[in-house]
């Protein structure tokens, strides 16, 4: 198989998914889209906190010893954070949202274009931020695979019916934000190789674990938090465990 084979199937799913989930959405109840809303804000609060959890990977803390880690994580996304408000970037990917709503919907109603940006923002951070992304996108560039990337995408498009079900048309557009995500990863992997150590690795995906912990706040209804503000947070980590490592 060619590399990028793994993210043209994750967009295949997640089309096939939004679109199931907008011709079945309206024929479900809203009490049943909220509870599988709900059922989906669990499972993504799940997978954060387990991706959280290489906070005690072993090559991690060997790495910059035991008690670094937590911090990494901490800098890794206030930093990132400052970075991201200041480049605003939460506004910036709303604002594509609501290109691409009124560029395939064409409805001017706030209320749908308001669903639609919530939609493509949700669904693009779930699909986006978590370890399977990286690590999936950079063995498929690698050559090891698209095996993660395959398990990715059958989780992926059975969480894309039940977001379209509520969000609409926003959910397929995040397929963008995939092929631009983990499509350039992919291309890193080819060009770049080994791209990560392991501890640097396992530091990325427990700050990703904690960003979707933000996105499942969102699901659930209990914050809204601008996770897309924290996402530099992705690319700080791997610089503070070089900076603790030279530290150290």
């Known amino acids: 198989m060619f590399p990028g084979v793994g993210t043209v199937v994750n967009v295949a799913t997640v089309l096939l ?3 199931l989930g907008v011709v079945l959405g309206h024929r479900i109840p809203d009490r049943v889209r909220d509870l ?6 669990l499972v993504t609060l799940l997978i954060g906190g387990l991706s959280a959890w290489a906070l005690t990977d072993v090559a991690l803390t060997s790495y910059v010893g035991s008690g670094a880690p937590l911090l ?3 800098g890794s996304l206030v930093v990132g954070g400052i970075v991201g408000a200041l480049l605003r970037l939460q506004e910036r990917v709303e604002a594509i949202g609501g290109f691409l709503q009124r560029r395939l919907t064409g409805a001017a109603d706030s209320a749908d274009r308001r669903r ?4 493509f923002v949700i669904a693009s951070l779930v699909f986006c ?5 990286v690590l999936g996108a ?6 090891n695979g698209a095996d ?6 059958t989780l992926d498009g059975f969480a894309a019916i039940a977001f379209a079900a509520t969000f609409g048309w926003g959910v397929a557009a995040s397929a963008v934000t995939v092929v631009a ?3 350039g990863l992919t291309v890193l992997g080819l060009l770049l190789g080994d791209l990560l150590p392991a501890a640097h690795l396992a530091a990325v995906t427990a700050t990703g674990g904690l960003l979707l912990v933000g996105v499942a706040l969102r699901l659930l209804r209990i914050r809204e938090i601008p996770v897309v503000d924290l996402l530099p947070a992705l690319l700080v980590a791997p610089m503070l465990v070089q900076i603790a490592d030279v530290i150290s």
């Open 116 to 119: 639609f940006i919530e939609g």
């Open 148 to 153: 993660q990337l395959f398990l990715k995408a």
């Open 138 to 143: 950079l063995n498929d560039g690698l050559g």
């Open 72 to 74: 990494i994580v901490l």
């Open 36 to 41: 599988v809303m709900d059922a989906l804000g």
């Open 17 to 19: 998914g939004a679109g």
């Open 181 to 183: 995500v983990q499509g």
């Open 129 to 133: 931020t978590g370890p399977l992304t």
